[in-house]
């Protein structure tokens, strides 16, 4: 069964930074593309940012340069770095793995003050 843990989440103030963590279980992550995925309350879900298996990284607009994503696979793990956070950044953040299927993990929440 796999299982996607993330972590790291919490209330940081506007410029500050956090690094989220996606702990993956019952899966090599080496084999998939891992993404993090945000939704903001009343927002569609949005994809922030990819990791493919070959070790390219795309991010989207509203985070390029100011988050990155990066995986470890001897950890199994998937981080997302994210700094100069702005209130619009406050969303629950999740992590999803897809290779011939696909999993999600339960979400970790993001609060940024102004």
């Known amino acids: 069964q796999v299982q996607l843990v993330e972590s790291g989440g919490g209330v940081v103030q506007a410029g500050g930074s956090l690094r989220l963590s996606c702990q993956a279980s019952g899966i090599m992550i080496s084999i998939a593309a891992i993404n993090w995925y945000r939704q903001a309350p009343g927002k569609q879900r949005e994809l922030v940012a990819t990791?493919?298996?070959?070790?390219?990284?795309i991010h989207a607009d509203s985070v390029k340069g100011r988050f990155t994503i990066s995986r470890d696979n001897a950890k199994n793990t998937v981080y997302l770095q994210m700094n100069s956070l702005t209130p619009e950044d406050t969303a629950v953040y999740y992590c999803n793995a897809r290779w011939a299927l696909e999993s999600w993990g339960q979400g970790t929440q993001v609060t940024v003050s102004s």
């Open positions: 990791s493919t298996k070959r070790g390219s990284t």
